[in-house]
């Protein structure tokens, strides 16, 4: 299930060893490198944002952006992964670590942190990046390829999340009343939020698009008395999600449905969307939004919970590619076809980006304390991938490349809205 050839990384060596251990024969195979390299090195410095990092090449060479400091050294072992890297470094800067023929040393989160901050003032839809992300990215479009894509990623094997997700396996950003705040706790208290937000009420009927290992169904139904219908396309998390219904006595109150979100019908009170935007990509939301329009009442409301940026732009190419096909987070403007055109109005919006930098925290040092049981699964790319994947996704939230929106709607007109935002911490609500 990997994306990533086995045979060719069980051995893979460290970066830094696979640099330092080799022979001077080999070396002297590579040869020098060359004037017109070490000048296209600054180019790719400059696609980095000119960050304070020191190219060291094959042969001793080092580059790094005229009058800044280098705080960290990256290996280049060989030609071949210099011309790679600067044909396009987005992409290929992680994917020549992942084959281990750049290293970034000990600790890349540095590497990163440092990458991510210089870059806080490249423009993210410049002509260069939208045109080579067009060129790499996998597309969403048709029913078929958004269950290939979502299959690449969700359905990896649900024992593989089990290792570094919470006990609910919620796969999306949590909420740390506390930065003290478990995990589990911290997802429960996200999930509560939702609820309190769509002011659910027993006996409402609520429709979920997109619905993961089905935590969310399960807490509307458990502890707000409402029937659900969730929507997913990937069978591992519907697999798991119907045998916990069963198991927790709530097969009556939730209905796991195999579908996406094109193959919504009925009417609903509330219709909520955690986790699933991003992989439905901006030229559908008008379809989107006129599936909401038509499964709720005069009186209906919605929450759509995703990943985004500040400014339109496409998601980090080499991200889409290799972990989230077809994924794209909208920026709040480019979300706005799902609801004025659909009769919507937006009450409310939250931005929960450092929640999510700090959910990526803790889903990285379980990950850390789980990776010989995921390389039993898969190989050292492999392992090496998510390590970045992760890595870079929490310095992306840190450093505001990423956010995290919490849009709150209803019908247009309709006032049976909370007069103040008082009720999301009222202890005694349901």
Sequence with gaps: MSVYNRDSANATPGARGMIGDRAPSQTSLIGRSLAIERHLLQWVLAQLGRAPLCFVLWDGTRVSPSGVAPECDLHISDRGALWRLMSHPEYQFPEMYVHGRVGLGDDLEHVLHIVQHARRKLDPSRLTRRLLSALFRRRSGSPARAR??????????????????????????????TQATSLEEAQKAKMDRVCRKLRLRSGERVVEAGCGWGAL????????????????????????????????GLDDAVEFVEGDYREIGGNYDAFVSVGML??????????LGRIMDRTLPANGRGLIHTIGTDRPGPLNTWIERRIFPGAYPPSLGE??????????????????????????????????????????????????????????????????????FQVLFARKGCNEIPWTRAYLDDSDCP
């Design 335 to 404: 979300m706005m076809p799902l609801f004025g055109p659909n009769h919507f109005s937006i009450l409310d919006v939250e931005n929960l980006r450092l929640h999510y930098a700090l959910t990526l925290r803790h889903w990285l040092q379980r990950f850390y304390a789980s990776q010989d049981k995921v390389l039993e699964m898969f190989d050292q790319e492999f392992v090496r991938a998510w390590r970045f994947y992760l890595v870079s996704s929490e310095t992306a939230f840190a450093t505001g490349h990423l956010q995290l």
């Design 148 to 177: 290939e894509n979502i299959h690449s990623h969700y359905d990896l094997g649900n024992d593989f999340y089990k290792l570094w997700l919470d006990e609910q396996m919620v796969y999306t950003c949590a909420y740390f009343e």
């Design 278 to 287: 991003e992989h439905v990509g901006p030229q559908h939301y008008r379809e």
């Design 217 to 248: 169904a399960l807490h509307m139904a458990r502890n707000f008395g409402v029937k659900v219908r969730a929507f997913n396309i990937s069978r591992s998390q519907l697999e798991f999600a119907r045998e916990r219904a069963a198991r927790e």
